[in-house]
């Protein structure tokens, strides 16, 4: 036998003649559980389902893969003619080649500061001073040079799936 739930939160079933009506129920008296018959066998009642998040009516007309958290200059398409659309794509493709050939240069750095970051920590554990040595991760610093070259940060998410691509 069909059954649902309607917006009051009622079970009902679709009856021979295809009415629906609302299915027979009990409660245990000990316990307080609620079950309904679904013309098989008895079954839990289904706990009453939150309100759905209020719909975004600009949501149909965002492009899928743009990042709305982004600055919304920066998700201006490019003008035709400009070329910027085509400098902005080779510079993602220089930062994308740059952390690809450089990762592994940033993975030993880490390796190797391990035993630094170490000493800073014991030393301002008992001390409680800084020996103001740099705790940042290669990969941090290699973000840090490429963005200090100018090059631009992927924004929109198919500008980030490509970047993971290189």
Same mark, same amino acid.
Request: aromatic share 4%; proline share 13%.
């Given at each position: 036998?069909?059954t649902?739930v309607n917006d009051?939160? @009622?079970?009902v079933?679709?009856?021979? @003649? +295809?009415?629906?009506?609302?299915a #027979?129920r009990?409660r245990n #008296?000990?316990?307080g559980a609620?079950?309904? !018959?679904d013309?098989?066998?008895?079954?839990?009642m289904?706990k009453?389902?939150?309100?759905?998040?209020?719909?975004d009516?600009?949501a149909?007309?965002?492009?899928?893969?743009?990042?709305?958290?982004?600055?919304p200059?920066?998700?201006?398409?490019a003008?035709?003619g400009? +070329?910027?659309g085509m +400098?902005?794509?080779l510079?993602?493709?220089?930062?994308?080649t740059?952390? %690809?050939?450089?990762?592994p240069?940033?993975m030993?750095?880490d390796?190797?500061a391990i035993?630094?970051?170490?000493i800073n920590?014991?030393?301002k554990?008992?001390?409680?001073? @800084?020996l103001g040595i740099?705790?940042?991760?290669?990969g941090? !610093?290699l973000e840090a %040079?490429?963005?200090?070259t +100018?090059?631009?940060q992927?924004?929109?998410?198919?500008e980030?799936r490509?970047a993971?691509?290189?």
């Open positions: 036998m069909v649902a009051a939160g @009622d079970v079933m679709l009856g021979q @003649d +295809g009415a629906w009506t609302p #027979p009990a #008296p000990d316990t609620e079950v309904y !018959h013309g098989q066998d008895w079954q839990p289904p009453a389902a939150a309100a759905p998040p209020p719909r009516p600009m149909a007309f965002q492009p899928p893969d743009l990042d709305v958290t982004a600055d200059a920066a998700a201006q398409p003008q035709p400009t +070329g910027s +400098g902005r794509g510079g993602l493709g220089t930062r994308a740059a952390k %690809g050939v450089l990762g240069a940033a030993l750095y390796l190797a035993p630094q970051n170490a920590a014991g030393v554990a008992v001390t409680g001073r @800084d740099s705790t940042r991760s290669g941090e !610093h %040079g490429l963005d200090a +100018g090059l631009p992927p924004r929109t998410l198919g980030q490509a993971r691509l290189v």
